[in-house]
């Protein structure tokens, strides 16, 4: 079946930084497209960051954007979000998830339910 793992979150102070993994099994990880959410204590889900199947196209919510990068390596069947300059409200439960690619992708990639497959998700903790 599918699995998605995400790993690297932790607790970091202020300005710090994580590199967040999600590995993947049980799918052809170079036919998905695949974001980052987040999920704050009493806050709706959110997306974070989206990657094309081909890594060709990325995009990033306003609230991340020049502090994060996404990546991803197919070899690996791996999505990476290394984030910067950590805030405190960046604490949350950061999920990664799969949608089977699509040619309108950038069109859909913010909606939770885009996405076929999610995993558990990791904590993110930044103190101040």
């Known amino acids: 079946q599918v699995q998605l793992v995400e790993s690297g979150g932790g607790l970091v102070q202020r300005g710090g930084s994580l590199r967040l993994s999600c590995a993947a099994s049980?799918?052809?990880?170079?036919?998905?497209?695949m974001a980052w959410f987040r999920q704050a204590p009493g806050k709706e889900r959110e997306f974070v960051a989206g990657?094309?199947?081909?890594?060709?196209?990325?995009t990033y919510a306003d609230s991340v954007k020049g502090r994060s990068t996404i990546s991803r390596d197919n070899s690996k069947n791996t999505v990476y979000l290394q984030m910067n300059s950590l805030k405190p409200e960046d604490t949350a439960v950061y999920s990664c998830?799969?949608?089977?690619?699509?040619?309108?992708?950038?069109?859909?990639?913010?909606?939770?339910?885009?996405?076929?497959?999610w995993g558990p998700g990791t904590q993110v903790t930044v103190s101040s």
């Open positions: 998830a799969a949608d089977f690619r699509s040619s309108v992708y950038n069109s859909k990639y913010a909606r939770s339910n885009t996405y076929d497959y």
């Open positions: 049980g799918l052809t990880f170079s036919n998905y497209d």
């Open positions: 990657i094309s199947w081909s890594a060709g196209w990325t």
